[in-house]
């Protein structure tokens, strides 16, 4: 008797040292085989939508994809305005869909859903179901890093940036006639930056009769032009997601970049900026987001001289025929020639993901996580940002292009609101790659492309993804 009650001991033991697995559905396919099930099956999802976006139910290549994978989708559309306040709803209530794409969900809501059961950890589905997210991983170690919570377990994924055009952050573009008119080059130094904004503060840009009714430089937000100066003071090695804390080169160790020397040094030297008249004041009127509208108006009616903005083409006509962008970061006065405006590849959410989780109550979640796996493969891409070969583009000269009716429609419709009929891009974030080949955003437009791929060759060599802290740690910080 006692050596059946050790035996059975012996067993339950190493029963309970086995590693789980997922279970596997019985109806989902291998990966890479279509369908993705072999019986029809349904899945509710919520989605966040852009202004110009019509039912996800009605986009094209969604609903070309339902017959590929044997998926069916009902979507529940969420108004891109309305993300923060009906995801809350949506998590508070408790009636979850099978899955939450496009939802915006960030780093802390992650910490506090995991923890409670809500999401559905995501990494043994991965490893069994996602082979094209799998490589994106092997390319960029840091999307894995970046998504794991403190637990050390995914729960939502990426949007990946893989491109320096779009990881770039805010940099310097000037008004070519501008230039022309004062004689002068874009320049290489911080002093030399100076002395150009001090010349077109004296030009009548916009030709009223009134010499200083103008702005040298003008941002969309005040902090914008810290972020943009922090390299040539030696600041923010890091990268972007990391405003208040970097390397010290000297050290190797972390370093609080407010009570730093350099700081000090950036701080004056936007002082003087801003104090001779060559920023422009009203920006720090503006909202903790910025306002864009603003500085597109000031660009337009040329009273604003040059901006920093990820590109040129937000603007209109003007910007986009006089724009010069910048080719290497303005050496500071310690001898720093760096560009620290450099985000991660890990996107989303604040850089935390966030793009698409799967909810406990999902009955599928295999077969959920082959169909947004599909996303991240060559194909999926691009489908996702160019929608359907030979109806919105077509390849010329081994160039993506779309088509001139999607750019330019003879109905008056927008370029968001024509490729919003057949492809799910277009505004917040995606469970998906925005690849140099398929994403046809205004920073791929020279001179912008080459601006920040020229600016990459300055970039730090680490960029860090958002950390991630325990919930309790998250409390204590945001206290």
């Known amino acids: 008797m006692k050596k059946r009650s050790m035996f059975l001991a012996l067993l339950l033991v190493a029963a309970l040292s086995l590693p789980t697995f997922v279970a596997a559905d019985p109806t989902v396919t291998p990966p890479g085989e279509f369908p993705i099930v072999t019986e029809p099956i349904t899945l509710k999802m919520t989605v966040g939508q852009g202004p110009t976006q019509p039912d996800f139910a009605d986009i ?18 969420i108004p891109s305005s309305a993300l923060t306040e009906q995801r809350n709803i949506i998590f508070a209530s408790q009636d979850l869909p099978d899955a939450m794409m496009r939802m915006n969900i960030p780093a802390l809501d992650q910490a506090k859903y995991a923890g409670q059961g809500t999401l559905l950890p995501l990494d043994d589905l991965i490893a069994q179901y996602a082979p094209n ?14 998504l ?10 990426p949007y990946i940036y893989d491109s320096p055009a779009i990881t770039c952050g805010q940099r310097a573009f000037f008004n070519k006639d501008a230039l022309e008119a004062v004689g002068m080059e874009v320049p290489t130094t911080l002093d030399g930056y100076y002395e150009l904004l001090k ?5 009548d840009y916009n030709g009223d009769g009134t010499v200083g009714n103008e702005y040298p430089l003008s941002v969309n937000n ?38 730093t020397d350099r700081y000090k040094a950036l701080l004056e030297y936007y002082n003087k ?32 001289i040059s901006y920093l903005f990820l590109n040129h083409t937000f603007a209109g006509a003007h910007a986009k025929e006089q724009a010069v962008g910048m080719y290497e970061p303005f050496e500071g006065p310690l001898g720093d020639k760096q560009f620290t405006y450099f985000g991660s590849v890990l996107n989303g959410a604040g850089g935390a993901g966030g793009t698409f989780a799967i909810m406990k109550n999902n009955p599928y979640p295999e077969a959920t996580m082959r169909w947004v796996d599909y996303w991240y493969s060559d194909e999926g891409i691009r489908e996702f940002f160019m929608g359907i070969e030979g109806v919105t583009y077509d390849v010329i000269d081994g160039v993506y292009t779309y088509k001139d009716e999607i750019l330019n429609n003879k109905e008056g419709l927008s370029f968001e609101q024509m490729i919003s009929k057949y492809a799910p891009w277009v505004t917040v974030s995606h469970p ?7 994403f046809k955003g205004g920073e791929m437009v020279e001179p912008a492309k080459g601006s920040a791929e020229a600016l990459h060759k300055f970039a730090p060599e680490t960029i860090w993804p958002v950390m991630r802290l325990s ?9």
């Open 273 to 304: 900026l801003y104090t001779e008249g060559l920023v422009d004041p009203q920006i720090f009127t503006y909202s903790e987001d910025g306002d864009l509208g603003q500085l597109i108006a000031k660009i337009d009616n040329k009273t604003a």
């Open 432 to 438: 998906s790659v925005a690849h140099a080949d398929y």
């Open 471 to 479: 919930t309790d740690l998250s409390d204590e910080m945001n206290a």
């Open 133 to 146: 997210l799998q490589k994106w991983f092997e390319k960029y170690p840091e999307l894995e890093l970046g």
């Open 199 to 203: 010349a077109f503060k004296a030009l």
């Open 222 to 259: 005040y902090a914008t032009i810290e972020w943009f100066l922090k390299g040539s003071f030696g600041l923010g090695n890091r990268g972007t997601r990391h405003e208040y804390v970097d390397m010290d080169p000297e050290t190797k160790e972390l370093r609080f970049i407010y009570t």
């Open 60 to 77: 094209e290549i969604l609903k070309n994809f339902e017959t590929k994978s044997g998926i069916h989708i009902e979507w529940t559309n």
């Open 148 to 157: 794991k919570l403190a637990d050390g377990h995914i729960y939502t994924l």
